[in-house]
Every structure is written in C-alpha cells, then in structure tokens.
C-alpha cells in the first residue's frame, strides 16, 4: 500500500486521521497526523521506537502489525483503544496492510481513524471525591477537612507528594467538591508531553503558524470555567513556565501563531512529586512561579509515615476487586495482614493497590492469605523471623510452605476437627485436606492436643 494511495483508500474505506509505518523488526519507521487539507503533521517523537514498548497495550496476539507480518494479509477496520506516550487515551478504527519490496515483506502501514475527539464515542470516568480518600491517618483527616474549605474558592493549588501517594484523589476531590464540578476537568502529565508540543498542547494553535498547524484549542480553553491540572510541573521547560505564571495572573494567553488573546476562567491545580526547594534549585522550577502556584498547599504523607492507613485500604481495595472480578472475598487473614504491615512500601498506596489486585488473580478461598501475595512482599517480612536463621537459607516457596505447615498443625492442635481447624484458617475443609496430605501431617493425632 503506497502512502500516496489515500484517495483511493478513502474512496473504500472513508477518511485517514493517522499514518503509522512499522518494519518487520516492530522499529517505527514513519509515524504522521494528517489534517482535514491532507496535510501531513509528523510525530517523530516516536521514531525509531520499537511499537510494542510506544504502545505497552500491544502485543504479538492483538497488533494488527504482528497480524499481517504473520500472515502477510491486510487486516480492515479492527478497533483498539491505545494510551499514547502523552498519556492521552486513543480509540480508532485501524486498517493495517502489507508493504511488500522485491516480493519479501518488509513491515507494515497502518492507516487510522481517530473516534477519541470526532466521534464521542470514549467515556469519562467518574471523578474522585472525598469519600474516596480512605484513611485513619491524622494528617490526612486534616487534609481533607482542609480539602473542603479550599474546594469554595479559586486560589491556585499545588499538591506535593511521592509518586503513588494518592495525589489524584485530592486534585479531583478539589474539583469535585467545587463551584465548577459541572465544568471540564482537564488532566496533563508535563512529563509525558514533549518539550516541542507542550505550548500548543496547552495554548492551542492557529493554522499556517507552522507547517501543518491547524486552528486547534488548547488545554487552557477546553478547562474554561473548569479546572486544569497540571501534574509534575518541574517537568515542563523552564522557559515555558515563565508564559505560564503570566497567564495564570492574567486569565489570558495567545495561541501559538496567534495574535489575539484568549481570556479564560480556569482553576490551576499542579502537583509535584519532589520537594518545591529542591526542584528550584536544580532550576527545574521557577521560584517565582512556585509562589503563584501553591497559594494553597497540600503535602501528602508516604504511605510509611501513615502506617494506620495499611489495613483499611487494604480492606478498602478488597471491596473494590470483589467488585471489578465478581468474588467475595471476605477479607485478610491476620498472617497476610502481617505481611503487608510489615512491608515499607516503597510505591506507596498504588503499590498496595496492585499488591491486593494480584492477590485477588490467585486466591482461591474466602480469605486473601499470605501465600496469595506477591513473594518479596513475603521475603521481606518479619514473619520469616520464626523460621531461625538456619530455616531462612533455602528457596523462598520451601520456606513459605514449612512456615505454613508450622501453622496448620499449631491450629489442628487447638481444633476439634478439620471443618473447626479450617474455619479459623478461613479455608475451605477440602483446601486443608489437600495441604495436609501434600505436607504429610497425621491430622488425627493433632486434634485437640
């Protein structure tokens, strides 16, 4: 298929919103936006990138490149929703087809329409509020009370935290709760957007400003009368922010290319998961617009500092799956929670979150147990410290399964029976048949010693 083709593809198959060329190795050879002038805008941020680590939702089954390489056949009209590397996500309806040279197959073009903005066919996700924000923490409960008063107002934001500490939850529990929660709320990762496409991306462009420029709204104007959140801030170029901070005071910005001003009426809500002074003095941030932007301040506790916290989200998140995988899981059986308090977590609650998520794909009982969980969770705890340092040498699932025995004979020892001993252990009574015989304990011997 020849790029120069497109009339003839669109006289067949309707319109072309994207160009995607991927040579047999899966590198990206050409990648381009094309206009309603069939111009073509080139994205080559993306050059040279191999497709499956640009779009981490492909793989060999569902690409329509692996597809066609495999079978050398055009695949038509196949819909797939991909996040791109602005984090933006992005549905179309994808028709991919063999380039061939000298007969041999040599990759692939892949010709997309865009359904994400002409369609309306992507769903919004209902926002945080703040029931969401779960927690005994009492530098949390301040935060949310503090959360409620600022929501009233329009003052500048800056939410300052680690990476999984829960930032988003109290940017869009701001927006929800305010004035303007009928109103856009509109989301950018500053670093996730090229140095080049961050201005028009948040200002918009005017056609003919450069080649291939349409008339485009940007970020500013989409959130009008709503809020705009602009996640690590220390990311975007210095030079930049400058712009920023002036239309943050001024409500009003130029396009790129353009020669009006735009006046908008948007909340600014940044975050930052380093400390303010220390982007500032890596000249990764303005000071001068550090002080615009966090007139109101919210500074999220790591996980660690806030270890109350660990078991109602874990209980939290065992609603939340119960939910999302229909099963009905009870709860967390007092080892497994040992484990998980005894855990420094590094990422924070979504490492929590995605620990309880693999834990929900294996269990097998009424109880999440601590078998269930990832194995570092398990090495890493003070649990293995029964075991002596002489049982702690050999293969971790050797020493979870000797720790587990040690369990089951100390219960059937206090038990009547095995449905006694298996209700305390909150397995099944045919789980725990299975487990003794595979660990050769003589049960009968054991009960009620």
Same mark, same amino acid.
């Given at each position: ?59 060999? /089954?569902? !690409? ?7 079978? @050398? $056949? ?6 797939? %929703? +991909? ?123 005017? /056609?003919? !400003? ?7 709204? @940007? $970020? ?6 709503? %809020? +705009? ?221």
């Amino acid at each position: 298929m020849e790029i120069n083709n497109l009339d003839k593809f669109t006289t067949l198959y309707g319109r072309v919103d994207a160009i995607l060329i991927v040579n047999k190795s899966n590198i990206i050879e050409y990648s381009a936006m094309i206009t309603e002038d069939k111009e073509y805008l080139r994205t080559d941020d993306i050059l040279g990138k191999n497709l499956f680590d640009v779009y981490p939702e492909l793989d060999e /089954k569902n !690409s329509t490149h692996a597809r066609v390489m495999a079978t @050398g $056949l055009p695949v038509i009209n196949q819909k797939q %929703t +991909l996040t791109e590397p602005s984090g933006r996500r992005h549905t179309s309806i994808t028709s991919t087809f063999p380039i061939e040279n000298g007969g041999e197959l040599i990759g692939s073009i892949d010709l997309s329409v865009d359904l994400s903005e002409k369609s309306g066919m992507t769903q919004k996700r209902k926002l945080f509020c703040l029931d969401d924000i779960v927690t005994c923490n009492q530098s949390m409960k301040l935060i949310k009370e503090k959360l409620v008063k600022i929501a009233l107002n329009d003052s500048p934001v800056m939410v300052i935290g680690e990476s999984g500490t829960g930032k988003e939850l109290i940017v869009e529990s701001i927006h929800t709760h305010s004035r303007r929660f009928q109103s856009p709320f509109i989301s950018l990762n500053c670093a996730a957007v090229p140095d080049a496409l961050i201005e028009s991306t948040l200002f918009g462009t005017v /056609k003919g !400003s450069f080649t291939g420029a349409e008339n485009r709204k @940007g $970020l500013f104007e989409l959130a009008d009368r709503g %809020t +705009l959140f602009l996640d690590e801030i220390n990311s975007m170029n210095i030079e930049l922010q400058a712009k920023l901070l002036k239309v943050v005071e001024e409500q009003r910005y130029m396009k790129v290319g353009g020669e009006e001003y735009v006046n908008v009426d948007v909340r600014l809500i940044s975050a930052m998961n380093i400390s303010p002074q220390e982007a500032i003095d890596a000249k990764k941030l303005r000071q001068d617009l550090f002080y615009r932007l966090s007139v109101v301040q919210f500074l999220v506790p790591p996980l660690r500092k806030r270890r109350e916290d660990i078991v109602p989200l874990a209980e939290y998140f065992v609603s939340v799956y119960n939910e999302k995988m229909n099963k009905q899981v009870s709860g967390i059986n007092d080892f497994a929670m040992k484990v998980l308090q005894d855990h420094s977590w590094p990422g924070n609650v979504r490492e929590l979150r995605n620990v309880m998520e693999s834990a929900f794909n294996v269990v097998d009982g009424k109880q999440i147990r601590m078998a269930d969980l990832p194995d570092y969770l398990i090495a890493g705890s003070n649990i293995l410290g029964d075991f002596g340092e002489a049982d702690v040498t050999g293969h971790l699932a050797q020493m979870v399964e000797e720790y587990e025995k040690k369990i089951i004979v100390k219960v059937l020892k206090s038990s009547n029976s095995l449905n006694n001993a298996s209700s305390k252990m909150g397995i099944t009574r045919q789980t725990l048949k299975y487990k003794i015989e595979k660990m050769h304990i003589d049960y009968r011997a054991l009960l009620g010693k």
